[in-house]
């Protein structure tokens, strides 16, 4: 799998929206960004994932830049649920399931 | 049960001994993969099985660690003489084939005294 980059840690204001950044210059033509969050004492939980168009669901929006070398994951509106450790990672296509190999994440403070 | 449950939440066992952790997938899924997670670190790749075989094992850091899934359904990773280095979140997870989506459960939290 291509390498991630995201920062270590946000803050991030209740109800206010929160952008976390993901690049990943080395991405090829068949891989699939994913969106993973961590919440404190459990597994990770999937959030999104797209390949080249941005890409809406109940929980999170995914805006993936023109060239695919960075994405971006949008909370609306967050709340103290969402403070967690998000995850960017990529998978490639070509594959029916294939490992996934997570970075460190992003650990999201969510201030009340 | 609904989702992938992994037993026991929690082991505490002796530096050398033997441990197995077992995993129970969501039921229909064929890929199962395994992670461990120290304090701070994002998961870190173990072994990922399709079916009954494994498809990748390349993150199993040294021979002390083996993972079998015998009928395609329930696995159980496998840690022989068991090192303090070892202590970690054990955690498993499903998904369908050709899935996008992976279903973590909650992991076992495994110590090395």
């Known amino acids: 799998d291509a390498k991630t980059t995201q920062p270590n840690s946000m803050e991030s204001n209740e109800e206010e929206p929160v952008h976390l950044p993901c690049n990943h210059s080395t991405i090829s033509g068949t891989d699939y960004i994913h969106w993973y969050r961590q919440l404190p004492s459990q597994g990770p939980e999937y959030v999104i994932h797209g390949l080249t168009s941005n890409v809406n669901n109940r929980m999170a929006s995914l805006a993936i830049a023109e060239d695919r070398k960075s994405s971006t994951l949008i909370l609306h509106r967050a709340t103290l649920r969402d403070a967690a450790v998000y995850y960017c990672i990529l998978r490639d296509a070509r594959y029916n399931n294939n490992d996934m190999r997570f970075g460190a994440g992003t650990r999201l403070t969510v201030k009340p | 049960g609904a989702g992938v449950s992994q037993t026991p939440s929690n082991k505490v066992t002796e530096k050398g001994k033997y441990v197995e952790l077992r995993c129970d997938p969501i039921s229909g899924h064929t890929a199962l993969y395994w992670y461990r997670q120290s304090l701070g670190q994002g998961p870190e790749f173990l072994i990922y099985?399709?079916?009954?075989?494994?498809?990748?094992d390349s993150g199993l850091p040294n021979d002390r660690f083996f993972a079998v899934r015998p009928e395609g359904s329930v696995s159980t990773l496998k840690i022989q003489r068991t090192e303090r280095g070892d202590s970690a979140v054990y955690l498993c997870?499903?998904?369908?084939?050709?899935?996008?989506?992976?279903?973590f459960g909650q992991g076992t939290r495994l110590t090395v005294v």
């Open positions: 997870a499903s998904s369908q084939r050709g899935g996008n989506e992976a279903f």
């Open positions: 099985f399709q079916g009954t075989g494994a498809a990748d």
